[in-house]
C-alpha cells in the first residue's frame, strides 16, 4: 500500500489536470489487491476534501462484483457505502451518493444487440424510468467525481466496447486500473508496480509449488496412478497436521480433490470416495465435503 499512498499525496493534482487520468496498480495474484483498493478508498474519503462516489467493475465471467463486494466490506468503514448495480438501480435511483462504491458486473453491462446496436441490459437502455447512463450523467452534474476500479484490467479494459463504456458513458475523473498483468501504455501517469519477490519475502506468496512430494517412495504394487496421488495427498494432510500439533496452532489441514467436468467425473468421484472412506474420511462423520456444480454436501 506504500505505492499507492505516494500516489495519493499527489491525488489533488490528478483531479485537477484536463482529462482523464488512469493508475495502474500491477502487483501478483494473491497480494491483496482487493484489501489495499479498499483502504484507499477509505484513505480518500476521510482525508481529501472532495465530493466522491465509485464505480467497481470485475471483468470476467460469474460473479466476481460479488465476491469483491463481500471483501471490499470487510475492510471499510461506515463512511463508505456498497451497493449492487442490478439491485438498486432499476428507475429508483437518479444519482450514486457521495462515498457510495457500485459493484458492476462487467459482463452484464457489455453486451449489445448485434443488429440493432442496443444495449442488451435493461440498465442500460433508453426507457421510461431512468437508466444507468442517466444515474451517471446526474452524478456529475451534481459535482460530484466518479473514481472508476477495474478489477482484472488485463482482461478487456482496453477493447474498443470497454472505451466507450468508459469515456462516453462513465467518464470518470480518475481510473484505477489493477491487475497481475495490466497493459501498460505511455499515457498512463501513474504505474504503481509490485515486485513479487517482495511479496515472496513477506510470505504472502510462493515461489513455486512442489508436486507430489516423495511420492515415489510410495511402494505398493496394487495401486494405480489414482490411488497413489490419493495416498500421497493423504500422507501430506497428516504430515502437516503433526506439524500444527507440535506448535499448539488450531490449523486443520485442507485436502482440495478436483474431479473433472464429464462422464468420466462420476466414476472418479465414487473411487475417490471409496478410497477416502477406507481412511476413516466420510460424509456421515463430517470429515468430507463435497462440492460439484449440481452437488453440494
Excluded at 15 to 24: A, S
Excluded at 137 to 161: M, P
Aim: proline share 2%; hydrophobic share 35%.
Amino acid at each position: 500500500s506504500r505505492g499507492l499512498g505516494d500516489v495519493y499525496k499527489r491525488q489533488n493534482l490528478y483531479f485537477k489536470r484536463d482529462g482523464k487520468e488512469t493508475i495502474v496498480f500491477q502487483a501478483p495474484t494473491g497480494s491483496g489487491k482487493t484489501f489495499t483498493i479498499a483502504k484507499y478508498m477509505v484513505e480518500l474519503v476521510n482525508s481529501i476534501e472532495r465530493d466522491l462516489c465509485f464505480l467497481w467493475i470485475s471483468i470476467g465471467k460469474g460473479e466476481l462484483h460479488k465476491q469483491s463486494m463481500k471483501s471490499v466490506k470487510r475492510e471499510i468503514d461506515e463512511t463508505i457505502t456498497c451497493t449492487l448495480l442490478e439491485n438498486e438501480f432499476f428507475g429508483s435511483r437518479s444519482t450514486i451518493n457521495q462515498n457510495e462504491v457500485v459493484f458492476i458486473n462487467w459482463e452484464k453491462i457489455r453486451s449489445k444487440n448485434k443488429k440493432t446496436g442496443e444495449f442488451k441490459n435493461i440498465l442500460m437502455q433508453d426507457k421510461e424510468t431512468i437508466n444507468f447512463p442517466e444515474v451517471l450523467k446526474n452524478t456529475h452534474e451534481l459535482g460530484r467525481q466518479i473514481v472508476l476500479i477495474i478489477d482484472e484490467s488485463h482482461a478487456g479494459a482496453t477493447t474498443s466496447r470497454a472505451k466507450e463504456i468508459r469515456d462516453e458513458i462513465i467518464e470518470p475523473d480518475l481510473t484505477i486500473e489493477m491487475s497481475a498483468t495490466p497493459v501498460l501504455t505511455d499515457d498512463m501517469q501513474a504505474k504503481v508496480i509490485v515486485d513479487p519477490t517482495k511479496v515472496i519475502d513477506e510470505g504472502m506468496i510462493k515461489k513455486e509449488i512442489i508436486i507430489n512430494q516423495d511420492i515415489d517412495k510410495i511402494v505398493d504394487d496394487e495401486m494405480d496412478s489414482e490411488q497413489l496421488i490419493l495416498e500421497s495427498a493423504f500422507q501430506k494432510r497428516n504430515e502437516l497436521a503433526l506439524k500444527y500439533k507440535e506448535q499448539n496452532a488450531m490449523v486443520n489441514p485442507l485436502v482440495l480433490i478436483q474431479l473433472p467436468n464429464s462422464t468420466a467425473g462420476d466414476d472418479k468421484k465414487e473411487s475417490v470416495i471409496n478410497f477416502l472412506n477406507g481412511k476413516g474420511i466420510t460424509e456421515e462423520n463430517g470429515k468430507l465435503a463435497v462440492w460439484l456444480s449440481d452437488e453440494k454436501i
